[in-house]
């Protein structure tokens, strides 16, 4: 079965560039049927489409993150991840890495992980 | 950016009773092409991801019992559960996902009464 881990530090601080990483289990980042999506959810509040990726490198990113996430993929490592810069507390989140079915919904999630900006 | 609109915000219902949960989105989702409306609705526990219960707007994912149905099309969506069990207090969310920029609605948040 497949499952997704996010990882990467807890705290960032203002100004700074937000990494994380998503290792992918039990299946292949290669897989041509799936694309791997970044989401993030600040607290309390909902969801919020941040980007995704093809196994090949092509990428959509929500316009509102206004060019400052990147995300990647490491078919060696089947892993994809997000760098996401000159971060502010409205960046504090919880991020899931999740994949994206061919039908276009969201079939599988992490558990996600929290990261907070503060100084 | 398409805006997806929930209602209502929040929705209290007895045990066995039926719970409805709207979704407007301000354009619509509905693919000429294939005649497939590019919406789908999750559910949110505490402490959770949230989880798949209906994609193309009335499709069921695999292992959603049937008390889950989602119906509409173009702009306007509706979820229901048939008879409300204590495990589907949750926030539930409609998601468009018919631009390469998806968005999502605010959440309804379903408790019992």
């Known amino acids: 079965q497949l499952q997704l881990q996010e990882s990467g530090p807890g705290l960032v601080k203002p100004s700074e560039t937000l990494s994380l990483s998503c290792t992918v289990s039990g299946g292949s980042i290669r897989n041509e049927n799936y694309h791997w999506v970044w989401i993030r959810q600040p607290p309390g509040r909902g969801l919020e489409w941040i980007g995704r990726?093809?196994?090949?490198?092509?990428?959509y990113y929500n316009p509102s993150l206004k060019s400052r996430g990147t995300i990647s993929v490491d078919t060696s490592r089947n892993q994809f991840s997000l760098k996401l810069s000159s971060v502010t507390a409205a960046d504090t989140a919880m991020y899931y890495c999740?994949?994206?079915?061919?039908?276009?919904?969201?079939?599988?999630w992490g558990k996600g992980t929290t990261v907070t900006v503060s100084s | 950016d398409i805006v997806m609109t929930q209602s209502p915000d929040s929705l209290a219902v007895s045990l066995g009773e039926r719970a409805t949960i709207n979704c407007k989105s301000s354009q619509s989702v509905l693919y000429s092409s294939n005649n497939k409306n590019y919406l789908g609705w999750y559910q949110q526990k505490p402490g959770q991801p949230p989880k798949v219960l209906i994609y193309w707007a009335s499709s069921r994912e695999s292992g959603v019992p049937d008390r889950f149905s989602g119906s509409g099309s173009g702009t306007d969506f509706t979820l229901t559960i048939s008879s409300l069990q204590a495990e589907d207090v949750a926030v539930y969310y409609c998601?468009?996902?018919?631009?390469?920029?998806?968005?999502f609605g605010q959440g309804t948040k379903l408790e019992i009464k």
């Open positions: 998601q468009q996902y018919y631009t390469t920029a998806p968005t």
């Open positions: 990726i093809y196994y090949s490198g092509t990428t």
């Open positions: 999740a994949r994206r079915n061919p039908l276009g919904h969201i079939d599988v």
